[in-house]
């Protein structure tokens, strides 16, 4: 397990670890979720400590980040400049300051350059590809540095298994079994192993982050979340031949 631990003991009126406010409002139907400076939520403010910490983050360093949070994109575009790379299929949703481009995680994923990025980061995406995404996620990694980390995070049910459906299904259906009307994967506690897993090789150095209790109420992040989905891989914890 790695452990984030500020060591502080006074507690803390909440603010954001990504902009500095102290101002939430409600996101999704959680009260106090969102930031109301830089949109971040729990689950993005979280991934920004464990990238602070991790040090990846560096000036003159490359980021690419599909489907880009905007306040995530921003706290990595502060550090690294010109060196950050924002892309996803429909870019024109995106906020302008974000600079997001049009990419296409199947068809346009192989034109990747090898060996160029300091961080590969793509949160909650996976469940979104029409496709197993392994062929997508080998040339993601292939374009990771040396050194570098390969951030991703995607929703893990605690009961059941893996399911998959790329074609038509009712809504209720999908809603009930998928969890969102545009989810076509279900990763699983269960058969992780299997699944994602068999991609990478997953250990306490690359998952597990602890969020200590303190820090996750002082910046309002979701712990158990970041603890449970978020992954840091590196370059040698591919366990498939590129």
Known sequence: ?????????????????ICGSGE?????????????????????????????????????????????????????????????????????????????????????????????????LHVHVVEHLPAWPVQTLRHLHRSLKPGGIHLVCFPIYKTGRYAAEFGEIEAEVRN??????????RFARADLANTMGAVFNITEQNSGFVIDQHTAQRHNINASEVMETVFAFRKEDWALNL
């Open 1 to 17: 397990m790695r452990t984030m631990d500020d060591h502080a003991t006074t507690p803390l009126a909440a603010t954001c670890n």
């Open 24 to 120: 939430f409002g409600p996101f999704a139907g959680r009260a106090e979720a969102q930031c109301t400076k830089c949109f971040s939520v729990e689950r993005t403010r979280g991934i920004a400590l464990i990238l602070d910490r991790l040090g990846v983050m560096k000036k003159g360093g490359r980021a690419v980040h599909f489907a880009p949070e905007r306040g995530l994109a921003l706290h990595l575009k502060a550090v690294m400049g010109d060196g950050y790379e924002g892309y996803d299929l429909f870019p024109e949703l995106f906020h302008p300051s974000i600079g997001v481009k049009k990419f296409n995680l199947i068809d346009d994923v192989a034109s990747l350059p090898t060996n160029a990025y300091d961080l590969v």
């Open 176 to 185: 009930r079994k998928f969890g969102q009307l545009d989810h076509l994967h």
